[in-house]
């Protein structure tokens, strides 16, 4: 039996996902397909890949083994795809960026729907990554993603590691959200005492935002209620119209949605970079360099 590309790919997309169901659905494929792709390869190895004793799938010492490597193949394949595309004249391949929460003033859609205006023949998969920053530099370094959009922190991005090659695009602040009807909306100089007494709606503790508005009350001395947890804008804004709480969230954002407005703060928090990030020891394919510097001209 010999390994295939596909039966790779569909084994990094479940161990990367921990889940045959949503791993399949990232490859377009039906869930047995993905189950019988790990399957032969188990067989192939003559070991298991997964440990299923646990409600989430976990990779046992050999899976986390052969993910490494499948990722390695998997990008080598890739650039041989763009080798032999460019030679015949079309740039063609799948890009993988990771977005964030919010790209600020950045308009990512405009420059993606550029770039493949220019070449229609590139797949450009958009995807959110999730949690604390060091997490997204992780993804990044095992190869997950191609590019990614990040925070960067006050202090820069040497404090992601020199492996990353990082580049302005664009800056974000953060404002605070109430309904138009709130006291709020027409009050001035709010300090984070004045809301000592609201309920707020959130981002998971560590998460970068998250991890910036903690640091604003705590300096302020003031124990906020953070009521709900939430892992996206959209839903943390639905929740702000409905009357559940207050919400920090980009300014850009706060504009977009009706019934809203933006508190006025005495010390609103401080303005942080986004950054495109790629990795030098994965570094992006033809396709990828290509859309790489297709963002940073639309900065």
Avoid: K
Wanted: proline share 5%.
């Amino acid at each position: 039996m010999t390994v295939e590309l596909r039966q790779l790919a569909y084994f990094v997309a479940v161990a990367e996902e921990r889940s045959f169901t949503r791993g399949a659905q990232r490859e377009h494929v039906v869930q047995s397909a993905a189950s019988a792709a790990v399957a032969r390869l188990e067989q192939e190895f003559q070991t298991a890949l997964f440990d299923r004793s646990h409600r989430a799938l976990e990779l046992t010492t050999a899976g986390r083994t052969l993910l490494a490597r499948a990722r390695i193949l998997l990008a080598e394949a890739q650039r041989a795809r763009d080798d032999m595309g460019r030679l015949t004249g079309g740039l063609s391949g799948t890009v993988t960026v990771g977005t964030v929460l919010s790209t600020g003033s950045f308009d990512l859609i405009g420059a993606v729907s550029a770039f493949q205006a220019e070449h229609p023949d590139v797949v450009v998969c958009l995807r959110h990554s999730t949690g604390p920053l060091a997490e997204h530099a992780t993804a990044l370094r095992e190869g997950r993603f191609d590019l990614m959009l990040l925070p960067v922190p006050p202090h820069g991005p040497a404090v992601l590691g020199p492996d990353l090659i990082i580049d302005d695009v664009s800056r974000v602040r953060l404002g605070l959200a109430c309904r138009a009807d709130d006291p709020l909306a027409g009050a001035h100089g709010v300090t984070y005492a004045d809301l000592a007494d609201r309920r707020f709606i959130d981002f998971p503790t560590g998460w970068g935002d998250r991890t910036i508005v903690d640091s604003l009350f705590g300096t302020a001395g003031v124990q906020r209620t953070v009521a709900l947890e939430v892992v996206d804008t959209t839903t943390a804004l639905t929740m702000v119209q409905r009357g559940l709480g207050l919400a920090f969230v980009a300014e850009e954002l706060i504009a977009s949605h009706p019934g809203l407005t933006q508190v006025d703060l005495a010390d609103p928090p401080p303005v942080h970079g986004l950054g495109l990030a790629a990795s030098r020891n994965h570094p992006p394919s033809e396709a990828g360099r290509a859309l790489r510097r297709a963002l940073l001209a639309a900065r």
